[in-house]
């Protein structure tokens, strides 16, 4: 008795299965995140590229951003000038921006991108410390809007969309 070879289908669907799973939880954790309760702020420490550190109680009482983010992440390179453009739209009503660079990220590079791009906002170092604080991020981009309770309002995974950003912002500065 001769064996048929498995068809195409059967022989990727471990691999179709494995995707399936893997689809439902980003969806389930996106629900989270979007449906789910606010969460506080952790209580992390920033090390800017000048050596300064600028932890989340420095910025209580103030709404900003969080940006994790990296020279090697495509979409991060593509979203960086919108928001610098949402930074100096919003940063004389009060708004404070952070943009920490991931801990593979090599720091001559995103200096080196700080500076040619004249980034105008706080552009931060992780040690891997900060990611590990904001539930372990390690998709990027990854930008956190809170408020000036230090409540997480929003937590974008890759880009933002920029009008409700905008009107997130609005509301939080009361602008």
Request: hydrophobic share 40%; net charge positive; glycine share 6%.
């Amino acid at each position: 008795m001769s064996q048929t070879p498995a068809s195409p289908a059967r022989r990727g669907s471990p691999l179709r299965s494995l995707a399936l799973a893997l689809g439902a939880c980003a969806i389930a954790v996106a629900g989270y995140f979007t449906f789910g309760t606010s969460q506080h702020v952790p209580d992390a420490t920033f090390t800017l590229l000048s050596g300064q550190k600028v932890s989340t109680a420095d910025l209580k009482g103030k709404v900003y951003l969080v940006n994790f983010w990296a020279t090697s992440c495509t979409t991060c390179m593509h979203e960086m000038p919108q928001m610098v453009e949402t930074y100096n739209r919003f940063k004389d009503k009060g708004l404070e921006f952070v943009a920490v660079a991931m801990n593979y990220d090599a720091p001559m590079y995103v200096a080196n991108y700080a500076q040619t791009r004249q980034l105008p906002f706080k552009v931060a170092m992780d040690d891997g410390s900060a990611a590990k604080e904001f539930g372990n991020v390690q998709l990027t981009p990854t930008t956190f809007v809170i408020d000036k309770n230090g409540t997480i309002l929003k937590r974008y995974v890759g880009e933002p969309q920029f009008a409700e950003l905008d009107k997130l912002l609005q509301k939080a500065l009361g602008a």
